[in-house]
């Protein structure tokens, strides 16, 4: 039976460690700062793939990392017990002009193609939209559905839960056995550019907020540049901002503010309703800008998973299958772009 280390008990960390006890390892995981304590604690929770064209390596693995998630996540609540937030519910974005409109109906064809005919991308008209929608000076929306939402907070629980009911729980501290893999986030990252001399990625400060609105399972919007996520549990989550310089991780302040009060200006319906939740957290990323994944350099037995980003719950599922590949069999399906040398 082989045996693991997991460090860090985020995202990755969780889903790498779900997958390998799934297929019959022994793992420990461990995280001092307990799980999802870190950028996966969050409230936004949006599964939003790529535009479809220009397609790489990083748009197909996101592809079928998304594809995958359903039935991902219904195996981890029926172990847990757990509901994770997870559903297909799509999305919403409003187009702005004529060139916009344009673009738009040109991406419907690359998404027939690319998206294996498991999911649209479409132009609608503003009437067919429902009622949870910005305004629109075209008149048209783009609706896609395979962008789904997770409740960030939810996942992380569902997942610790079906981990624990396979006897796996995740302790503060413990030593190494086994392999080693490192899901340890941005500060990680930090630690692996010391080692290597040089930045192989950082930290970015998030804030986000959370209203209490119930819209149902309706899709959500991305306006203005901003994700704005209706979950289960009655609020509409909103994010991001993106903070390269901060003082604080965990600090909030007026960019928090700003970013509410453009969502209620984007979403008049949303104008009454209370703000019930406020997070900030650093989110790891990668110098290359995609996930870093594969064995650790000059470490033997050691292997590194991290830098999720802004996507490290639409890459979950996939990401920890080609770990598990790589760990239990040898067989290595990381693409290029995201092995740890094409960020050294």
């Known amino acids: ?11 990755f960390g969780l889903s790498i460690a779900w997958v390998l006890t799934q297929r019959g390892a022994t793992v420990q995981l461990v ?13 936004v929770g949006a599964l939003a793939p790529h535009v479809p064209e220009n397609w790489n390596e990083k748009k197909a693995f996101q592809l079928e990392s998304l594809l995958m998630a359903e039935v991902f996540w219904a195996d981890v609540q029926a172990a847990g ?17 004529d060139h916009a409109l344009e673009m738009a109906q040109a991406r419907t064809l690359g998404a027939r193609d690319l998206w294996q005919g498991r999911a649209v991308w479409e132009v609608i008209r503003a009437e067919d939209a429902g009622g949870f929608a910005p305004p629109t000076s075209s008149g048209f929306f783009i609706r896609d559905t395979l962008t789904a939402r997770m409740h960030p907070r939810q996942a992380c629980a569902a997942l610790v839960a079906a981990l624990h009911a396979k006897g796996v729980k995740v302790l503060s501290e413990a030593p190494d056995r086994g392999a080693v893999i490192w899901a340890t986030g941005w500060r990680g990252l930090v630690e692996l550019s010391k080692e290597m001399g040089k930045s192989v990625g950082a930290g970015i400060k998030g804030q ?4 209490k609105y119930d819209a149902g399972p309706v899709p959500q919007v991305f306006v203005d540049g901003l994700h704005i996520i209706p979950h289960a549990n009655g609020t509409v989550a909103i994010g991001s901002t993106s903070e390269r310089d901060f003082d604080a991780p965990d600090g909030l302040d007026a960019q928090c503010d700003d970013l509410i009060a453009r969502a209620v200006a984007a979403m008049p319906m949303l104008a009454k309703a209370p703000v019930v939740d406020r997070w900030a957290g650093v989110r790891p990323r990668v110098r290359s800008r995609a996930p870093m994944l594969g064995a650790w350099p000059g470490r033997e037995g050691h292997f590194i998973a991290n830098g999720g980003f802004k996507i490290g719950f639409g890459m979950a599922p996939k990401v920890a299958e080609v770990m598990a590949d790589l760990l239990l069999c040898g067989q290595d399906a990381i693409p290029d772009g995201f092995r740890v040398e094409a960020s050294m």
């Not at 001092?32 to 996966?40: A, H, T």
């Not at 986000?208 to 209203?211: E, K, M, R």
Request: no cysteine; aromatic share 6%; proline share 11%.
């Open 1 to 11: 039976m082989p045996e693991f280390t997991v460090r860090g008990a985020g995202i």
């Open 31 to 43: 995280d001092p700062f307990g799980p999802g304590s870190g950028s996966s604690g969050g409230l």
């Open 81 to 97: 017990g757990v509901d994770p937030g997870y559903a297909r519910t799509g999305r919403l974005q409003p187009i702005a002009d």
């Open 208 to 211: 986000s907020g959370a209203l």
